[in-house]
């Protein structure tokens, strides 16, 4: 049943078995690379879960800012990570810096009730600390997933 959504480039196949090539099996050794072929897959069939382990393989393993960029806004296009994506805008990490792209990626993760694991609510305002330099590194997208 598998190899048939497969065959069919079912984006759900795909990402499991992304995941399942990501963490290595008795059926499917480990090898991030073909992992990450298979979320790029998924992903260009939407699915949302896929982008982001594309978009966190470039930013953290592969070290290719712009292609994690594309994928993580891809995610914050269908709702999700919006905060990580405020501040990779902050930054200008994976894209062109650009103040009002943060603000406007923070002010959806403050309606969302987005926080960075802790009690503190994201606050519409709190883009501006990052914006003067203040705040954590770009490191601290991270941080959230």
């Not at 393989?57 to 990570?81: I, N, R, T, W």
């Not at 002010?107 to 606050?123: N, P």
Request: some cysteine; glycine content about 12%; hydrophobic content about 35%.
């Amino acid at each position: 049943m598998m190899a048939d959504l497969l065959k069919k480039d079912d984006p759900d196949a795909l990402f499991l078995l992304g995941n399942e090539y990501h963490d290595g099996t008795s059926v499917h050794p480990k090898d991030k690379d073909k992992a990450l072929q298979l979320w790029e897959a998924a992903a260009k069939e939407g699915h949302v879960q896929a982008a982001f382990q594309a978009a966190s393989y470039y930013l953290e393993g592969k070290k290719e800012p712009s292609k994690g960029f594309e994928y993580m806004l891809q995610v914050a296009e269908a709702g999700d990570a919006q905060l990580i994506v405020s501040r990779l805008y902050a930054f200008g990490h994976g894209c062109t810096r650009d103040e009002g792209a943060a603000r406007r990626f923070n002010q959806r993760a403050s309606l969302q009730g987005a926080s960075w694991g802790t009690e503190d609510k994201v606050e519409e305002g709190s883009i501006e600390e990052l914006l003067k330099g203040g705040g954590g590194g770009c490191e601290v997208w991270a941080g959230s997933l």
